[in-house]
């Protein structure tokens, strides 16, 4: 095995890991199983560092097995039903608290409107849109409004991207 050059250890470990894929493979699962934390971190890191990649993964996953999807959404929603509805109402909480007094029953029907626009719109493309606030409710820089003109409608996999910061 060529050591000293690190391109040709490369290509080597590379074309080794095809000949043995089933051993190579039980090596790294073995490995996962002996260092869950490591693995965990592991993984972590690399979520942190390629999350368009992530996304870009799940949403093949999701298209290729939708009911199998659907299940394991439902399951992890039972799952986790505690955090799910405390997401949830301090989401609501935070729109609340993020509309203006000043809004009028005109704004909130326009804000419906753009809710039923991205509604439309999924149907309509056959993938998921969203309604995202371009200056988040709550992001670690500034924070917006819960108004008309700080909603845009975007395909679903941008705005899980954007992931509540401002200007992406």
């Known amino acids: 095995m060529p050591r000293k050059d690190p391109e040709a250890r490369k290509a080597y470990q590379k074309e080794y890991a095809e000949r043995n894929k089933e051993k190579a493979y039980a090596r790294v699962k073995a490995w996962r199983e002996a260092n869950p934390d490591k693995w965990a971190a592991q993984s972590k890191r690399y979520a942190q560092k390629h999350p368009e990649k992530i996304v870009e993964k799940t949403t093949r996953w999701v298209s290729n097995n939708p009911e199998y999807a659907a299940k394991v959404s439902k399951r992890s929603r039972i799952k986790h039903a505690d955090r799910v509805l405390a997401n949830k109402a301090k989401y609501r909480a935070d729109k609340i608290q993020r509309t203006p007094k000043w809004v009028d029953s005109e704004e909130l029907w326009i804000i419906k409107e753009i809710y039923k626009l991205a509604i439309a719109r999924t149907k309509l493309h056959g993938f998921s849109w969203h309604v995202d606030h371009i200056i988040p409710l709550n992001g670690k820089t ?15 996999e941008l705005n899980l991207l954007k992931n509540n910061k401002y200007g992406n």
């Open 142 to 156: 500034v924070s917006g409004l819960h108004v008309a003109n700080n909603l845009q409608v975007i395909p679903g």
